[in-house]
């Protein structure tokens, strides 16, 4: 079972930056490739960004280009560097394994982007 938090979300306007900090505890991170999923009002949860254990990344391509994953497997943390936000960024933002443990889902960290 690994246990996930996330922080460093909050209420921005439009083209600038935030990131987002995730610690994981309970089980070995090294071996996983990790993910940032976002859910907004009304929509299904979406994977937009993915570190695997080796450091190869992957984005979707709403966030291709803005977004930056990154991780420290020795402090078990994984970072979402998000530059240029646009109000279609808002949602709530959670990490996972990739592909994600059911039942580790955090609470998540709101991003609100006002235009």
């Known amino acids: 079972q690994v246990h996930l938090v996330e922080s460093g979300g909050g209420l921005v306007q439009a083209g600038v930056s935030l990131r987002l900090s995730c610690a994981a505890s309970?089980?070995?991170?090294?071996?996983?490739?990790m993910g940032w999923y976002r859910q907004a009002p009304g929509k299904q949860r979406e994977l937009v960004a993915v570190?695997?254990?080796?450091?190869?990344?992957n984005y979707a391509d709403s966030v291709k280009g803005r977004f930056t994953i990154s991780r420290d497997n020795a402090k078990k943390l994984v970072y979402l560097q998000m530059n240029s936000l646009k109000p279609e960024d808002t949602a709530v933002y959670y990490c996972?394994?990739?592909?994600?443990?059911?039942?580790?889902w955090g609470q998540g960290t709101q991003v609100t982007v006002s235009s």
């Open positions: 996972n394994r990739a592909p994600p443990v059911i039942g580790s």
């Open positions: 309970g089980s070995i991170f090294s071996i996983y490739a």
């Open positions: 570190i695997a254990s080796e450091g190869s990344t």
